[in-house]
T-cell receptor, first 112, second 115 residues
């Protein structure tokens, strides 16, 4: 079983839709949760960072962590064509952790 | 604000040739990593380093070597390139820290084709 599972998509939505991206994980020791956005032929860029459980909002983006269910989500409101990219979830554990666990990425296409 | 810089960005190698990918970070991060990204397989850790002069194996280390002679640089070497090493390579860095800073930053990637 993979440490982190993520639906690869592709997910296609019309402009303005609310997008929900999700990851599940198996290791209850994970405490740090991240979402990365990766445009085609570019490196992953950090989008959202959450420590432990709860919600975090940044503009049109909301990250949600449910540690009891081992489930994390990224919501994108009022989606734009510029949001079309692959979204990777990532997580880690401990204070000095030196290994990150990545989902395989969900490809999102926002149609104008 | 350079962040993590990788060179070269593109390279075509013949089977059996050797090469080195260079990574430099200007954020004074302790930890550095080399990943490869292949379709359907996500990011896989090749080698990593937790400080100057130290290196360790990741998930897929075979066929690669690394060195961290200076804190800001992390080199990935292919001694005898094979077609299976055709991939996109990402360097990354991070710093162990508090609840607000413990995350990883990536370079722009190096596209390597072995023919």
């Amino acid at each position: 079983q993979k440490e982190v599972e993520q639906d690869p998509g592709p997910l296609s939505v019309p402009e303005g839709a609310i997008v929900s991206l999700n990851c599940t994980y198996s290791n209850s020791a994970f405490q740090y949760f991240m979402w990365y956005r990766q445009y085609s032929r570019k490196g992953p860029e950090l989008l959202m960072y959450t420590y432990s459980s709860g919600n975090k909002e940044d503009g049109r983006f909301t990250a949600q962590v449910d540690k009891s269910s081992k489930y994390i989500s990224l919501f994108i409101r009022d989606s734009q064509p510029s949001d079309s990219a692959t979204y990777l979830c990532a997580m880690g554990r401990g204070y000095n952790f030196n290994k990150f666990y990545f989902g395989s990425g969900t490809k999102l296409n926002v149609k104008p | 604000n350079a962040g993590v810089t990788q060179t070269p960005k593109f390279r075509v190698l013949k089977t059996g040739q050797s090469m080195t990918l260079l990574c430099a970070q200007d954020m004074n991060h302790e930890y550095m990593y080399w990943y490869r990204q292949d379709p359907g397989m996500g990011l896989r850790l090749i080698h990593y380093s937790v400080g100057e002069g130290t290196t360790a194996k990741g998930e897929v280390p075979d066929g690669y070597n690394v060195s961290r002679l200076k804190k800001q640089n992390f080199l990935l070497g292919l001694e005898s390139a094979a077609p299976s090493q055709t991939s996109v390579y990402f360097c990354a860095s991070s710093i162990p820290g508090d609840t607000s800073g413990n995350t990883i930053y990536f370079g722009e990637g190096s596209w390597l084709t072995v023919v």
